[in-house]
């Protein structure tokens, strides 16, 4: 079946340290791909996307993300974080070819950022 | 305005009751979404609005949940006869006609609890 999975659903890191985000897709063609964050009583906000091109793309905030094919993954990084980082975070994917482009999210994972 | 408003921020409405949802777009945004999101988990479609096309209402759970918008206007979310299993957050988002040039902006969304 086709979905996006994010495995880990809680990530606690220390303020600095580098971090790595997964997600996983299944779908018959290599769909494009987004991460979003929510951050408490905000919406939803674009970090990066990926539709083609050079598989490593940075984002705002100083995030990157790498599309790997062989892995069906395109997992979120930072290299050093800050404790406004502590926030839920989403990948998320629209097929290529549909007209309507609704996305469908992982179920997220909540980044916990300790002093 | 400068971003997508919903309202009310926040519902408690009895079992059995009918509540409406409200989203202002970006003025000038064609295509309009609304989410689900659920305690704990990634955001769920749920109806696409393009223009003066008819709407993509593929997501829709059931059939007391339903959604109007006026051209490219306001759009409301409607859902009658609520049950437990509707609390949730209801996020909307808008973009000009192909998000994937233009992004998606999501609102702040509505948390509707049914008690």
């Known amino acids: 079946a086709q979905s996006v999975t994010q495995p880990d659903i809680h990530i606690t890191v220390s303020e600095g340290a580098s971090l790595e985000l997964r997600c996983n897709y299944s779908?018959?063609?290599?769909?494009?791909l987004f991460w979003y964050v929510q951050s408490p009583g905000q919406g939803l906000q674009l970090l990066l996307k990926?539709?083609?091109?050079?598989?490593l793309v940075q984002g705002i905030k100083g995030f990157e993300a790498e599309f790997k094919r062989s892995q069906s993954s395109f997992n979120l990084r930072k290299p050093s974080v800050h404790w406004s980082d502590a926030a839920e975070y989403f990948c998320?994917?629209?097929?290529?070819?549909?007209?309507?482009?609704?996305?469908?999210f992982g179920s997220g994972t909540r980044l916990q950022v300790q002093p | 305005g400068a971003g997508v408003s919903q309202s009310p921020s926040n519902k408690v409405t009895e079992k059995g009751k009918d509540v409406e949802l409200r989203c202002d777009p970006i003025?000038?945004?064609?295509?309009l979404y609304w989410y689900r999101q659920r305690l704990g988990q990634g955001l769920e479609f749920l109806i696409y609005?393009?223009?003066?096309?008819?709407?993509?209402k593929s997501g829709l759970p059931s059939d007391r949940f339903s959604a109007e918008r006026t051209g490219e206007s306001v759009s409301t979310l409607t859902i009658q006869r609520t049950q437990q299993e509707d609390s949730a957050v209801y996020l909307c988002?808008?973009?000009?006609?192909?998000?994937?040039?233009?992004?998606?902006?999501f609102g702040s969304g509505t948390r509707l609890t049914v008690v």
């Open positions: 609005f393009q223009g003066n096309s008819a709407p993509d």
């Open positions: 998320a994917v629209t097929l290529r070819g549909t007209g309507r482009r609704a996305l469908t």
């Open positions: 988002a808008s973009s000009p006609r192909d998000p994937l040039l233009h992004g998606y902006t």
């Open positions: 003025s000038g945004h064609t295509a």
């Open positions: 990926y539709f083609s091109g050079d598989t």
């Open positions: 779908y018959g063609a290599t769909p494009y």
